[in-house]
């Protein structure tokens, strides 16, 4: 499947470098609805050092953080070429569930579709699958902020 952005075009939307970035391509964007995107699992992920050794599992709180990152990308494109740049960031989660789990050699989909957005923050809902099985699901809260209003720049 050709990807509606590649990896080029994500680092331009996304601040998050390696090894935090868990985005590798997308899929399918529909603008101001939805976005699916993919995470290719490795066992060069350097989590897997440690969790665990034996029996090497992605994290839960990695899998929430790349279904936000997926749901950042939706979330900047909606806001519109004047806000390019922005930063996106992750306010909060509810109704978070981690239903299998993620493995080396897994391609995690990603997809997000906002539920509210407004001028300086959005909520969205995600799921990640593996092919067709759900292996976790959240409601995600993210709030907007440029170079110029951002203390820390």
Do not use: W
């Not at 990807?3 to 994500?10: G, M, R, S, W, Y």
């Not at 034996?54 to 806001?79: K, T």
């Amino acid at each position: 499947m050709e990807p509606v952005f590649d990896i080029q075009a994500i680092l331009r939307r996304l601040p998050h470098r390696y090894p935090f970035l868990l985005v590798d391509r997308v899929l399918e964007f529909v603008p101001g609805e939805r976005i699916l995107a993919l995470k290719n699992v490795t066992m060069n992920e350097p989590f897997f050092q440690g969790h665990f050794p034996s029996q090497p599992v992605m994290p839960g709180v990695l899998i929430v953080e790349a279904l936000a990152q997926a749901g950042g990308i939706l979330a900047c494109e909606m806001r519109g070429a004047e806000h390019q740049g922005d930063i996106v960031y992750f306010m909060g989660m509810d109704q978070v569930r981690f239903r299998r789990p993620v493995v080396p050699g897994d391609q995690l989909l990603l997809e997000a579709r906002v539920t509210k957005m407004r001028s300086r923050a959005a909520k969205m809902s995600g799921r990640a699958r593996v092919g067709d099985r759900l292996v976790a699901e959240a409601e995600l809260m993210a709030s907007f902020g440029s170079a110029a209003t951002d203390p820390d720049a």
